[in-house]
Every structure is written in structure tokens, then in C-alpha cells.
């Protein structure tokens, strides 16, 4: 493996968390490993949460593992927690950081009908087969997520009003992403029912913060707390222990309206960004140069969503450039 390689992946990112180890959580009480799920006995949806879809991304996993180690049981209907790509999250050398996203592909990319019924094979794909039945029994996911690069908290609704108007509801983070998904496949939150307009079932996904910060986990266990309090489904008891009531600020909704491809091997950002939420105040401001071409926003009051400052390769997403709405 090429050292300078390494050096640039690890360039900038100090491992601020602790990995818990998960194998106590294998077995799961389901039939499925790593997956665990607990009857009320009273009426109620099956709301899960879920960690670990990326296997670097290990605030989920700090949540849950507190979660399940504090012996938390839904109030009513079905609870679950579930460790995503576990086979990825062991993999995890804290010399290549980057490297345990995932084993052979992303298992986020995976969850069209014509990827999971085809014939094609991978670590990632025998796990959303087998995870498949699963999600088909639950009405409401939070999927957690980090991000490579410093960036304040998003919640990913998806395209549809209903995504929408439960990550409002929760309240928490303050920004709240509506948008597609990558046309390199399809994301678990976009799954079946989960992306039906005439379906009630629901699933965010929420980018905690930087991978491997404080302050991600922290964020991880106050959406969990907050998605579980929406449906009835966390006790008081959990609640009174860990939710923070402090107010939050009113969330504001961002309609991405394009995502930026890179064209070139010569991608730079021109504007700067300095791991806040950047909002360009003027349309037709240069956000970046790909070789030749320059990438100017479309309107006033851009704001650039998740820009990939690191890493960046012909093909990735750039950035996602959005608008506030409502
Ligand atoms: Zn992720």
C-alpha cells in the first residue's frame, strides 16, 4: 500500500471516539446477526434505527451500543436497532480510515429491485439480501450516517413530501436535505415503500457530523432519541437520562437542485469552505473550476451541501448545490 496515499487519507483528521466493540451484539434476537427487536405487547409502528450502513462511519455505533447496553425497550409497537455493514466496520484500520466504508461496494448504492434480485455477488449485497426482510417489516428508519469532511448535521429526506415533513417534526438537526439520492444507486432511505408517495412508511438518513469528532455520536443519540419520542416509542425513563431539551433552532429546509459531477482530474473548490454550511449570497458567483469548466451557482442564496474537499475523482459528486425553501 502506498504511504503517501495513506498520509493524504489520514491528512487533517485526528480519531477523536472511541470504536465499542460490537461482537457482544451479534448474535442479535432476531434471525439475523446484529440485528435486535423488541415487542412492546401495545399497539404501535416498528420504528428501527440503524448504524454502521458505512462501515467507517462509527457514530451510529456509539449511539446504539449505548442504547442496547442501557436496556432500552419501545413503549409501544416494535423497536429495533440494527449494525448495518458489520463486515466493513471490522475491517476498520485506523492507518487507512477511509478505507472500511465498505468491503467490495457501497451498501448504500445498492437497494433498487433490479441490483437486489440480480445475479451479481458481494460482501455488501449478501448483507442487504439477507437485511431485506427486515427493513420490509419496518414502517419507520432512521439510518445514521458521518460524513468525511467537517460539516454541520443534515438530515437526508429524500424527495418526498413525507420525509420532509417528519425530519420538521423531529425538530433536530437544523438542516434538513431534500433530495434524490446519486444516480450511482439507489440508497437504502429510498427503498421500496420508503420512497412511495402513497406509503406512510418513512426513512431519514442523517449525516451526524464529521466521522470520527466528539461531537457526532452525541448527535447520533439526540436523532435517535427524538425519532423514537416522534413515533411513542422511547419510555420516559430514556428520554429523562439522555435527551437534551435544550431548545433548538427551527430547521430549514434545502431543495438540492443539482449535484456537480467531476469532469477532470484538475477538480478545485474556489470558494473557500471552512466546515460550516456555505451559502452564497449572490447567483453566478464561481464556486469551482473542474479544468476548463467553472461552476458558478444558479441563484441567490446557494447554499453548497456536503462539498467533497478530499478524495476527489472523476465521477464523484462535488457538491450539491440547493436552495432554501419554505
Ligand atoms: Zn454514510
Not at 436496556?71 to 409497537?77: F, H, I, K, L
Request: net charge negative.
Amino acid at each position: 500500500m502506498a504511504g503517501p496515499e495513506l498520509a493524504r487519507e489520514a491528512d487533517g483528521h485526528g480519531i477523536d471516539v472511541v470504536f465499542p466493540d460490537i461482537a457482544r451484539w451479534a448474535a442479535g434476537n432476531t434471525e439475523l446477526p446484529y440485528v435486535w427487536t423488541f415487542e412492546s405487547g401495545r399497539p404501535g409502528p416498528h420504528v428501527a434505527v440503524q448504524a454502521l450502513t458505512h462501515g467507517n462511519e462509527v457514530c451510529g455505533a456509539i449511539a446504539l451500543d449505548l442504547l442496547l447496553r442501557d436496556g432500552v425497550r419501545p413503549a409501544r409497537g416494535k423497536l429495533s436497532f440494527c449494525f448495518a455493514n458489520v463486515a466493513a466496520y471490522h475491517s476498520w484500520n485506523p492507518a487507512a480510515p477511509f478505507k472500511s466504508r465498505f468491503v467490495d461496494e457501497d451498501f448504500n448504492r445498492v437497494w433498487g429491485p433490479a441490483v437486489l434480485d440480480g445475479d451479481r455477488d458481494s460482501v455488501e449485497l449478501r448483507r442487504a439480501r439477507e437485511l431485506r426482510r427486515f427493513y420490509d417489516t419496518v414502517d419507520y428508519l432512521l439510518d445514521i450516517h458521518s460524513m468525511s469532511d467537517p460539516c454541520p448535521p443534515l438530515m437526508l429526506a429524500g424527495a418526498r413530501r413525507k420525509g420532509a415533513d417528519l425530519a420538521l417534526a423531529l425538530g433536530f438537526p437544523a438542516h434538513i436535505v431534500v433530495d434524490a439520492g446519486h444516480a450511482a444507486g439507489r440508497r437504502l432511505r429510498d427503498y421500496g415503500c420508503f420512497d412511495d408517495p402513497d406509503d406512510p412508511r418513512t426513512a431519514l438518513l442523517i449525516e451526524c457530523g464529521q466521522h470520527w469528532t466528539a461531537e457526532s455520536p452525541a448527535v447520533a443519540l439526540q436523532a435517535s432519541l427524538r425519532f423514537l419520542r416522534h413515533f411513542g416509542s422511547a419510555g420516559a425513563d430514556v428520554l429523562e437520562r439522555y435527551l437534551d431539551r435544550r431548545e433548538a433552532p427551527r430547521p430549514r429546509v434545502i431543495e438540492v437542485t443539482e449535484s456537480v459531477p467531476i469532469r477532470s482530474e484538475a477538480f478545485s473548490f474556489v470558494w473557500p469552505q471552512d466546515g460550516s454550511l456555505a451559502v452564497v449570497p449572490s447567483a453566478g458567483s464561481l464556486v469551482a473550476r473542474d479544468g476548463e469548466r467553472e461552476i458558478r451557482t444558479p441563484y441567490d442564496a446557494c447554499a453548497l451541501v456536503m462539498p467533497m474537499r478530499r478524495r476527489a475523482r472523476p465521477g464523484d459528486t462535488a457538491v450539491r448545490m440547493g436552495r432554501f425553501v419554505g
